[in-house]
């Protein structure tokens, strides 16, 4: 602790918030990281192998055939999901 004293540190904080201030993207991140914390990991969706989501290519489908294959996938993807 004795590598950054708490004056040293106090001066690193007012150079982060004013560099903020003038538009650096870097000191906005790392003063929410710090002040708010680190965004929790995304999480990725997959099937119950472990594999991708099978879906089906609708956009070229009339909207009540499209509307008719969305309500099909939802209603497997909350099967598989055990819903």
Do not use: F
């Amino acid at each position: 602790m004795n590598a950054c004293t708490y004056k040293d540190w106090k001066i690193i904080w007012h150079v982060a918030v004013e560099q903020a201030k003038k538009g650096d993207r870097h000191a906005r991140e790392w003063l929410t990281d710090y002040l708010i914390g680190k965004a929790p990991q995304r999480h990725e969706l997959s099937g119950l192998d472990g594999g991708p989501i099978k879906t089906e290519d609708v956009s070229e489908l009339p909207d009540a055939a499209r509307l008719a294959a969305i309500a099909s996938l939802c209603e497997r993807v909350s099967k598989e999901a055990g819903g």
